[in-house]
């Protein structure tokens, strides 16, 4: 047992409430991606597995349109507005929804009478070529990131779930005045000292160790002092993406619920051939699905490349989130929203606390081993039937 | 008497060629023409190991690279404790290590195989790919296993031939099982299982079988690669070689050996070519990616609806493939000259366009893979050239 005492050891408590904060607003991301899975697999049973790409490729509409309102690396301009970020969404989300439409409608129409198995085969060479494609038409040799000035709402704000010891650090100030001191007269003997700081006469040899006792105990009670604090900062930046992705979520909700094109969606995903027979467009349906999910991968990949500063755009972005989302679908029942949007937080959150454990370079094996984990044991996922499909 | 004859006839082939292909491979006496061979003979190792779960069985695995990749770690840490030890002689030692690279994939194929091939096809993918990808994450924070830099393999040994041989002996097992009665139970896996179940098929088992005989060929031929590269990294066995494995399998056609092997061969040589190629314009790309959408869609459009004499439809096909390759040589050039299309695109970055596009051109063209499920033979040639063609091919 003891071999495995070491890894716990570098646990701090202190840091959980950050790293479960840090966890939501990261599945907040995953949920919108995720949900853009669940919806397609709703519809056609067909894992979209471009739908990272989608989400990569938002990111980039996303930095194009921060360089055409003038913030490229190179600019001077400082000021910016909310606006500015609000049409970075929106060309996002645009751009996302277009690219999703052209995906249905030029690669998975002409297929979707074959076997599935075909499907999947398209699904992963459509992935594989926006990935590669990418790689030569968009990367041009360098990672690009938003310009963090097209943000105009910087900063942080802290809360303190639990205050610093205030006796220690009480305590603390009681000893500074015996480390000034020492450390005054350290110096001064330093200045008559005759072979120089590296070669100390007896007396100042006292006065260091003096000096260094004295700083040790300062140290420790500031110390341990603040480790007693336990606090959550978040950015103003975060804040917005989080009430942003609720509004989405929200605006979705009714769109799938409260609307006669939302229902009609929920009857293709409930039963695909009966629905059509009912005098539903289903061709339209499926493309409004891809339009929707598509835009809200956008709307995720505009706020993960803009609110995480230093965010690097590459042709690959999409690959990790896009497993993570996937996994999240997965998680929360595949063809379930509510069910997206738990699996999403989950993940988020599974993701910062292997982080917090201290294996960040796992952080990317957990969507599989949870991924595999869920599949093994409750197929259905969290909030869906557990009837799986034969054959 | 006849029958032994043949059998030990097409033996005795088998093991001539795999020599044969070894002298010609060296002839030129440049190693990088040797590598080259070598590689494509594990290759065609893994597509059809690949075919045997993929296109036999009926199974979607897309993390075969995990499978080569546990051959070739487990070789390169047994190699470098126990080679001193063994003493054993080039040939041996890595018939040794084969039957450890292909037990230890083998165990593993059984790890993924055995919980998960309850699932459906497309979570069975995933399951495969995620496996893959758990063993590259493993291995890159591994001191044991070399982190990301990899591992260097004590002893080197480049023996083209046992390549070859396990590549034919892989080719056996497959063409051997469809040829007797345990095969029928995979290909009646593959083709339905509940019926195949009703018929008194045991259908998990089955799939297990055939998921564990295709990783152990491929951690055979994970072994033969760790010690003919003397060094091995994770970045080799990430999920792109695993989609180059697939590409290999799904273009062949699914089921079917030659298609594989044939495949292999091709998807394996032409990227090599590319590699070379560093100096086309960007514009040359952008305009044969859209004549290849034009002739595409063109083709698309004749398969679907043109319903006319089974001659003017291939004289259709292959006019459309002619306008195709018209329109690119004339835009090409027309898009090179334009300034901001003038940067030259390197090669290696193609490959995985290429592969990527025969995918998605191939699902929608021919689903079924060039080859579809024939193989090749003398009744296979015949049937080609033969008036019934039309009658097999509508069948």
Redesign the interface.
Known sequence: MHEYLPLMAGLEISTLPQQLVNGILLGTIYALIALGYTMVYGVLKLINFAHGEVFMLGAYATLFMSWWLGYTPQSVMQESNALNLVLMLLASMVFCALVGVIIERFAYRPIRNQPRISALITAIGLSLFIQYGGQIFLLNGVQQSVDQRVNPFQGDYSFDLRKADAALLKQAEELKPKLDSTKAAFEAQLKNEPNGRFNLSPEGERLQKEMDSARRDYDTAVNEGKAAQINVSLSKGKLIMLITTIVIMGALTYLVMFTSRGRAMRAVSHDFNASSLMGINVDKIITFTFILGSALAGAGAMMYVTFQPGTKIDPFLGLAPGIKAFTAAVLGGIGNIPGAVLGGLLMGVAENMVVWLGYDNYKNAVAFVILIIVLLFRPGGLLGSAKVEKV | MNFWGARFGSIAGAVGLCFLIDFVARAPHNDSIVSLVARAGLFVTLAVSLNLINGITGQ?S?GHAAFYMMGAYTTAVLASSYHKVANLPGPLWLLVMMIAGAISAGLAGLLVGL??L??????L???TM??G??LV??A??QKALGEAYGLNVAPTYKYVWLIWMLAVVTIAISRNLLKNVHGLTFLSVRE???AAAAMGVDVTRTKVTAFVIGSALAGAAGALYAHFESFISPITFKMDTS?VI?TMV?LGGTGSITGSVIAAIALFYIPEWMRDVDNVK?GM?LAIGIATIISVALI?RTIDHFHGEARARYLRIVGFVVVGIVFAAVLGPVFSNMPSLAVP?EGS?????V??????I???LR?QGIFASNEFSIAWLKGLFSRKREAVVGA
């Open positions: 979607f897309i919980p998960s309850k699932l459906r096809g497309d979570y993918a995933i399951v995620g496996f990808e758990i994450i493993i890159q924070n339905d299982e509940i989609f697939l799904v960007m790309v698309k695109v970055k193609l490959r995985y366009v592969f990527a596009l025969t995918l998605i191939l699902m929608l689903p």
